[in-house]
């Protein structure tokens, strides 16, 4: 018993550590396009897909459109 704690210990070890470095290299890539000028650029570009993505998960968290969230049948439509 003991080994699988220390497996999962491990695992969440190694999951956490790769968010963090993700987290990392975003911030890095957004400071250096920031001090290139091209952040504005790409939030002009990615603010529509973000807007998009919001609106959607809204709609499936109130339950709209043609039933309720997690309604869909198994070939993927309503």
């Known amino acids: ?4 704690f220390h497996l999962m210990l491990i695992r ?4 956490v550590g790769g ?3 993700l987290a990392l290299l975003v911030f ?3 400071l250096a396009l920031r001090r290139r000028g091209g952040l504005d650029a790409v939030r002009r570009c990615a603010d529509p897909a973000v807007k998009a993505g919001l609106r959607a998960a ?3 968290f109130e339950g709209g459109g043609s039933g309720e969230p997690g309604s869909r049948r ?3 439509r309503r």
Request: net charge positive.
């Open 12 to 15: 969440v070890g190694l999951i």
């Open 28 to 30: 890095a890539i957004a």
């Open 1 to 4: 018993m003991e080994t699988y």
């Open 19 to 21: 968010l963090v470095v």
């Open 58 to 60: 809204a709609r499936r």
């Open 74 to 76: 198994r070939d993927g």
